[in-house]
C-alpha cells in the first residue's frame, strides 16, 4: 500500500469525527464538509512521516481551518478582517479520548447552535475542543496562538454563558403549548400580520438558515438574522404554503413538494416566545428528521 492511499484510508476512517467536530464549530452542515474537505487537501500536501497520532493531528488542522472560516464569517458581518489563521504544527502528541467518541454519534440541538453563535470564534474553539472532545488546552492555546491558561479563561468563559442560557431559555416542551404558538405564527405570516409576529417573538429572536436556503434564489433568505423585527420582516407575508408538522419531537412547519418535503421550520419556544428559528433544506439533514405533519 502506498503512502497516499494509507493516507486516504486513514482519513476516511476518521472523516465522521472531524465532520462532527467542524459541525459544532461551525453549525453548518455544508460549510463543515467544506472544512472537512480543505483538511483533506492539506493532509495531502503535507508530510506526515513525523507524526504519531494522525487522528489528533487531523483534529487540530480541521479546527484551525474551522476556526478560519468563523472569523472570515465575523469581519463579513463586521466588516473587519480577522488574523490569519496559522498552518497546522507537524506533530500532535495528545489522543483523542475513546470516552467522548459517543459524542460524536448525537447531532448537535439547534438551542445549543444558537448558544454557541453568541460566542467569539475563539471562545467557540475553545469551548468546543475541550468540553465536547477533551483537546488539552495546551494543544487548543497553540491553534490560538495564545497561552494554555487564556485558552483555559476562554472555554471557562463560554461554559458559564452556555450553562446560564441553557437554564434561562426555559424551552418550552409541551406540545399543545408549542403548537399555540407555532400555528398563530404561521397565520400571522401568511397574513403579512406584522404586528402579531412581534408579539409571538423574543426580543433577541435568532433566525438561522442552512446554506442551501440560503443558496435558492426565490428564498431571498440570509443565513442568519437576529431581533424580532428583523425576523418578522423576513416572514411577514410568507410561508403560505408551510404546514405544521412534528419535527423530532418538537412543533414546528414544513414545506413540501407533493409528498417531498422541501424545507423544515425547527422552532424554539421559551415563555410563550419564539426564541430561535433554524430553516433546513439540506436533503441529508432532511432525511435524518423525523417528520409528521400535523392535521
Known amino acids: 500500500m502506498d503512502q497516499h492511499q494509507f493516507l486516504a484510508e486513514r482519513f476516511e476512517g476518521d472523516r465522521a469525527h472531524l465532520r462532527s467536530v467542524a459541525y459544532r464549530m461551525l453549525g453548518s452542515l455544508s460549510d463543515a464538509d467544506d472544512a472537512v474537505q480543505e483538511t483533506w487537501l492539506r493532509l495531502s500536501r503535507a508530510d506526515t512521516s513525523g507524526v504519531e497520532n494522525l487522528t489528533g493531528w487531523l483534529t487540530t488542522v480541521v479546527a484551525r481551518v474551522s476556526l478560519d472560516m468563523l472569523r472570515s464569517r465575523t469581519s463579513r458581518r463586521e466588516e473587519q478582517f480577522g488574523d490569519s489563521v496559522p498552518e497546522p504544527p507537524a506533530s500532535h502528541e495528545e489522543r483523542v479520548d475513546p470516552e467522548h467518541e459517543a459524542v460524536l454519534a448525537d447531532s448537535v440541538g439547534l438551542a445549543l447552535l444558537v448558544v454557541l453563535d453568541t460566542l467569539g470564534p475563539a471562545e467557540r474553539l475553545a469551548f468546543v475542543l475541550h468540553d465536547m472532545f477533551a483537546v488539552p488546552f495546551d494543544e487548543i ?11 483555559k479563561q476562554l472555554a471557562s468563559r463560554a461554559r458559564r454563558r452556555v450553562q446560564g442560557a441553557a437554564s434561562d431559555d426555559d ?17 400571522a405570516s401568511r397574513g403579512g400580520d406584522f404586528d402579531a409576529l412581534l408579539a409571538l417573538l423574543d426580543p433577541n ?23 424580532a423585527l428583523a425576523v418578522a420582516g423576513t416572514f411577514a407575508g410568507r410561508a403560505a404554503g408551510a404546514q405544521t408538522a412534528m419535527i423530532d419531537g418538537f412543533v414546528g412547519a414544513v414545506w413540501a413538494q407533493g409528498d417531498r418535503p ?5 422552532f424554539r419556544i421559551a415563555h410563550g416566545k ?12 432532511l432525511g435524518q428528521l423525523q417528520l409528521e405533519v400535523l392535521s
Open 262 to 266: 422541501r424545507a423544515v421550520f425547527d
Open 274 to 285: 419564539i426564541v430561535a428559528i433554524e430553516v433546513v433544506a439540506d436533503p441529508e439533514r
Open 141 to 151: 492555546a497553540s491553534i490560538l496562538g495564545r497561552s494554555p491558561a487564556a485558552a
Open 205 to 227: 429572536v435568532v433566525l438561522r438558515a442552512d446554506s442551501t436556503v440560503v443558496k435558492r434564489p426565490r428564498a431571498n433568505m440570509p443565513a442568519e438574522v437576529r431581533g
Open 171 to 187: 424551552i418550552e416542551t409541551d406540545v399543545t403549548r408549542q403548537r399555540a404558538v407555532v400555528d398563530a405564527f404561521l397565520a
